[in-house]
């Protein structure tokens, strides 16, 4: 079964930091682009940040979260991690972890991140 499992949600105050994890579990990592996606209250779906080309790692952000959030990977222990810092109430939403190759691709469940005083 190929499967992306996302972690380390929590609520969490402006100005904080958090890390979200996504393990993968039934294919190489290394061989898929990967992303991170969000959605917030009452809006669709939007593209945080992705490393499309694992061969190079360069990696591309929203510009609402650049300087902010950082992703990464861990080919061997097959994660997928989103560093957030300096997180303020507009990033809250349901994040999601994203793996592609070719034509396909594969999506975690999504956590919840609520960033509230």
């Known amino acids: 079964q190929l499967q992306l499992v996302e972690s380390g949600g929590h609520l969490v105050q402006p100005g904080g930091s958090l890390r979200l994890s996504c393990a993968s579990s039934?294919?190489?990592?290394?061989?898929?682009?990967i992303a991170w996606f969000r959605q917030a209250p009452g809006k669709e779906r939007e593209g945080v940040s992705c490393m499309p080309d694992d061969r190079d790692g360069r990696t591309y952000y929203a510009d609402s979260v650049k300087g902010r959030f950082t992703i990464s990977k861990d080919n061997a222990k097959r994660m997928l991690y989103l560093q957030m810092n300096g997180l303020n109430v507009e990033d809250t939403a349901v994040y999601y972890c994203?793996?592609?190759?070719?034509?396909?691709?594969?999506w975690g469940q999504g956590i919840q991140v609520t960033v509230s005083s």
């Open positions: 039934g294919f190489t990592l290394e061989d898929y682009a």
């Open positions: 994203n793996a592609q190759i070719g034509g396909s691709e594969f």
